[in-house]
């Protein structure tokens, strides 16, 4: 069998084992197929964790991937401290970060650290305070069908989705990306 090449193709959002429950595939597996591929690199995203990260880093240069370390972080409706339901929102959503550098994967540490330890609401949660404070040097795409935009264009609430495409558009600039997935929805 021999894969059609991919040449060009990244995925920047993908969960390997370290997603329970969502993801499985391991970091040797993803990178050994993702170069029978042609890809040039990979990210690995997975969901509130950075558990596999140097295993991913050492396993993608083996391979000769280059390696993007991101997380798809949960973010509270409000301070990822306030333990309560919000009527109308959910726990937390999901956003998507990517580290472009040095700076970007630290202030990833740094957020992911942040909430397990302070945001821990059913998940470890961070919140738009954070992502002011810890944003250089990363690259945040809109998230998937459960992300705040996405929550909120399914709600029918299109001015709020406005709302917080232009608030992280703000926030990142440049370095804010709209997530398109073909889930055939």
């Given at each position: 069998y021999a894969p059609r090449r991919m040449s060009g193709f990244v995925h920047l959002h993908l969960h390997t084992e370290y997603s329970l429950l969502d993801g499985m595939i391991r970091t040797k597996d993803l990178t050994k197929r993702a170069k029978q591929l042609g890809m040039p690199a990979v990210a690995m995203t997975d969901h509130g964790n950075l558990f596999g990260a140097i295993?991913?880093?050492?396993?993608?240069?083996?391979?000769?991937?280059?390696?993007?370390?991101g997380c798809e972080v949960y973010l509270a409706p409000d301070k990822k401290e306030l333990?309560?339901?919000?009527?109308?929102?959910?726990?937390?959503?999901h956003l998507t970060l990517l580290a472009m550098n040095e700076t970007g994967y630290s202030n990833l540490v740094k957020l992911v650290s942040r909430a397990h330890l302070?945001?821990?609401?059913?998940?470890?949660?961070?919140?738009?305070?954070?992502?002011?404070?810890?944003?250089?040097?990363?690259?945040?795409?809109?998230?998937c069908l459960n992300g705040?935009?996405?929550?909120?264009?399914?709600?029918?609430?299109?001015?709020?989705?406005?709302?917080?495409?232009?608030?992280?558009?703000?926030?990142?600039?440049?370095?804010?990306?709209?997530?398109?997935?073909?889930?055939?929805?």
């Open positions: 295993e991913f880093y050492i396993d993608a240069k083996k391979a000769g991937v280059k390696p993007i370390i333990r309560k339901e919000i009527p109308g929102r959910k726990n937390s959503s302070d945001g821990f609401y059913y998940k470890p949660r961070t919140d738009k305070d954070d992502l002011v404070t810890f944003n250089e040097g990363l690259i945040c795409l809109s998230g705040e935009v996405n929550e909120f264009i399914q709600q029918e609430q299109i001015e709020k989705a406005r709302e917080s495409v232009a608030w992280f558009h703000e926030l990142f600039g440049d370095r804010y990306y709209l997530e398109l997935h073909d889930h055939g929805l």
